[in-house]
């Protein structure tokens, strides 16, 4: 039997999540398989990736064989590297506890990587935001400007023409207020 390590294919159409498990290299891709090891999920910004570590490693010492995908996961992991240490303790090229040590500064390293990237994307991510709201609040400043001399414009246009008609009216309701008086005089 031709044991191999793959993904499962979960999840709704577009939105594919992955089990990581050890199957009979003739079982179907979605089908029986001996071992769930961990998941992968491409969706999110850096994937999730929630393994067994010490179940992968154990398989792959024992050799089965990852398809690309799950190489590339085990080997982001730790996983191959942490083979190849102890491929070197069986050698007695060095010990476990220096095997060991080894393994924990490059997961630090990499640990201290991710970080570092996280917090850029997070500064850039503040940085975008800023600029857009920047960019808002000039397009908001220009249309206030916009209107405010539309509306006096209008003002403009109005006012000239509310006081001559007012002043007309004026001297109108005085001949009108008049009128009464001669007529009254009259009779």
């Not at 979960?10 to 939105?15: A, D, N, V």
């Not at 730790?78 to 095997?99: I, N, P």
């Not at 850039?124 to 857009?132: E, F, G, I, N």
Request: aromatic fraction near 6%.
């Amino acid at each position: 039997m031709a044991t191999k390590i793959r993904l499962q294919r979960h999840g709704r159409k577009s939105y594919a999540f992955y089990s990581i498990v050890i199957a009979d290299s003739r079982a179907p891709r979605d089908g029986k398989f001996t071992e769930k090891i961990g998941t992968y999920n491409p969706n999110t910004n850096p994937a999730t990736v929630d393994l067994n570590f010490e179940r992968a490693l154990s398989w792959v010492m024992n050799g089965a064989q990852p398809t690309d995908t799950v190489r590339t996961i085990l080997s982001r992991e730790g996983v191959y590297f942490k083979k190849h240490l102890l491929g070197g303790v069986a050698k007695g090229a060095f010990g476990e506890a220096e095997a060991d040590t080894k393994f924990e500064a490059w997961k630090n390293n990499k640990q201290t990587g991710l970080a570092t990237l996280k917090a850029k994307q997070d500064e850039a991510a503040k940085a975008d935001a800023k600029a857009r709201l920047e960019a808002e609040k000039k397009v908001n400043e220009a249309k206030a400007k916009a209107l405010a001399e539309k509306k006096a414009a209008e003002l403009a246009a109005n006012a000239p023409a509310e006081e001559a008609p007012a002043a007309e009216e004026v001297p109108a309701a005085e001949e009108a207020a008049e009128a009464p008086a001669t007529e009254t005089a009259a009779e």
